[in-house]
């Protein structure tokens, strides 16, 4: 019977104002190495109300089209709750990231992300200024 081996990291990164997407694909895949897992699974969560994470193909149309996206999906300029309460003007910063979610799991298979040919893993700053931001990686499964 093989055991599970649990490993614990973080990858830490500097965003523009939002939004702003940062291919973290090749941090993952590098800490999966660190890890010698070769079979089980990578969680990812970023630390904070006004990041998420998700996949995309990260290409520079991709990523101007799904900036678009976000910003219709809560428009800056509207009128948040949050702001008439902080006056920060990053309301629909939270609401953004909300709805984009704020964690990510994926496969590990042979000692790899298990991903699309096409398909990046992606980390977003929403808010209406520049974050440094914490991704915090669990990866559980089997070494060699």
């Given amino acids: 019977m093989t055991s599970a081996t649990i490993f614990?990291?973080?990858?830490?990164?500097?965003?523009?104002?939002?939004p702003d997407i940062l291919d973290i694909t090749s941090d993952l895949g590098r800490l999966i190495e660190e890890s010698k897992i070769v079979n089980g699974s990578i969680t990812a969560s970023v630390v904070g109300s006004t990041g998420s994470l998700t996949t995309?193909?990260?290409?520079p149309g991709v990523v101007e089209d799904l900036k678009q996206a976000i910003s219709?999906?809560?428009?800056p300029g509207d009128v948040y709750e949050h702001e008439?309460?902080?006056h920060d003007g990053n309301g629909h910063s939270h609401v953004q990231a909300a709805m984009m979610g704020p964690s990510i799991a994926l496969p590990v298979r042979k000692g790899r992300l298990r991903l699309g040919t096409w398909q990046q893993v992606v980390l977003i700053n929403h808010d209406n200024r520049a974050r440094?931001?914490?991704?915090e990686?669990?990866?559980i499964g089997t070494q060699w």
């Fill in 8 to 18: 614990c990291d973080a990858i830490r990164v500097s965003l523009k104002t939002g």
């Fill in 56 to 59: 995309i193909e990260y290409e």
């Fill in 72 to 75: 219709r999906l809560a428009p």
């Fill in 84 to 86: 008439e309460a902080w």
């Fill in 132 to 135: 440094n931001r914490t991704v």
């Fill in 137 to 139: 990686v669990t990866i």
